[in-house]
């Protein structure tokens, strides 16, 4: 990038502007609860969670904050712990539309913690939200010293996005066959 | 699964009407020679490769013979070296619809090697194709044996599906706006 050249909006400082409650360490215990509502961590042990969440930081969103904002680039993907996220994307004229509403045990933003492309959509705080994120630095950081637990998270990675291809790309066939 | 309940096809079986060419290693230098032109394989060493070729299996499909039918269970992804390869997926009322066609460095089948979830759609060779073939059980072997390499393969997977999602996500929400 040339240095005279506008930097992209990274999403680190909406995260700057959020309130960091610590290292997920501190909620090994609350992380762990959750893996049973979560797709995420199904399949990991206790102690996988504990190692994992030396490498993750908490932070706290409250209603009416966002956490992620389409368009903006991006490197961490997050883990919500308590709370309520809606996801709004910017339709063709502009206006935000809902997509969905996300809760505790949901992972957001893997896309872009992967490959540092934009946002696809903005992830904004309903209630008072505490997540934990791993950021794209920290994901390489696993990888090296716990080969394992990277693969791991990495086949989840696969797993999860493969399965949503699937289910975008039917979608889209139906549409395109004009189906209702 | 119950003993007297039918098996889904596997699509191992359509490899074994192909004709098995022997061990990826004997054409490392062919598929060295596809980095250049692969997505996948753009960021692998000569080593990356000459380790992976060894984990890999090549076979040779005849103009017409099927390599991958939509619908069978699926475990494993391929590497193109030489051919033509169409994709097909049947249409709402069974007709089989052209969706494109792939050469030399494409990869295909990278979804079911991961998930094992049924292919999503029908490989049909139209020219003398040579391709490569990756099992998940050699994926889960590269990863104990070779857990860097392992996670390099991982990142590459995750980066092409996001990829993927991205652009048909995209594209779906242009339909569902009633975009043309």
Same mark, same amino acid.
């Given at each position: 990038?040339?240095?005279?050249?506008?930097?992209?909006?990274?999403?680190?400082?909406?995260?700057?502007?959020? !309130?960091?409650?610590?290292?997920?360490? =501190?909620?090994? &215990? %609350? @992380?762990?609860?959750?893996? *049973?509502?979560?797709?995420? $961590?199904?399949?990991?042990?206790?102690?996988?969670?504990?190692?994992?969440? !030396?490498?993750?930081?908490?932070?706290? =969103?409250?209603? &009416? %904050? @966002?956490?992620?904002?389409? *368009?903006?680039?991006?490197? $961490?993907?997050?883990?919500?712990?308590?709370?309520?996220?809606?996801?709004?994307?910017?339709?063709?004229?502009?206006?935000?539309?809902?997509?969905?509403?996300?809760?505790?045990?949901?992972?957001?933003?893997?896309?872009?913690?992967?490959?540092?492309?934009?946002?696809?959509?903005?992830?904004?705080?309903?209630?008072?939200?505490?997540?934990?994120?791993?950021?794209?630095?920290?994901?390489?950081?696993?990888?090296?010293?716990?080969?394992?637990?990277?693969?791991?998270?990495?086949?989840?990675?696969?797993?999860?996005?493969?399965?949503?291809?699937?289910?975008?790309?039917?979608?889209?066939?139906?549409?395109?066959?004009?189906?209702?």
């Amino acid at each position: 990038m040339a240095q005279d050249e506008p930097e992209l909006a990274s999403d680190q400082e909406n995260l700057l502007h959020l !309130e960091n409650i610590g290292k997920g360490t =501190a909620l090994t &215990g %609350e @992380i762990s609860g959750l893996v *049973g509502r979560s797709q995420f $961590f199904a399949e990991f042990s206790r102690e996988d969670i504990a190692v994992l969440a !030396e490498y993750m930081d908490v932070y706290r =969103a409250q209603p &009416g %904050e @966002i956490i992620i904002r389409e *368009g903006d680039t991006g490197d $961490f993907m997050l883990l919500i712990i308590e709370g309520d996220v809606d996801i709004l994307k910017k339709g063709v004229r502009g206006e935000q539309q809902h997509m969905t509403s996300v809760g505790p045990g949901m992972t957001l933003g893997e896309m872009s913690m992967i490959d540092g492309e934009p946002r696809f959509a903005t992830c904004l705080a309903t209630r008072t939200t505490v997540f934990a994120v791993l950021t794209r630095d920290n994901m390489a950081k696993i990888i090296l010293d716990h080969p394992s637990l990277g693969s791991k998270i990495l086949v989840k990675l696969v797993t999860m996005l493969s399965l949503r291809l699937r289910q975008t790309s039917a979608k889209l066939l139906h549409y395109m066959e004009g189906g209702r």
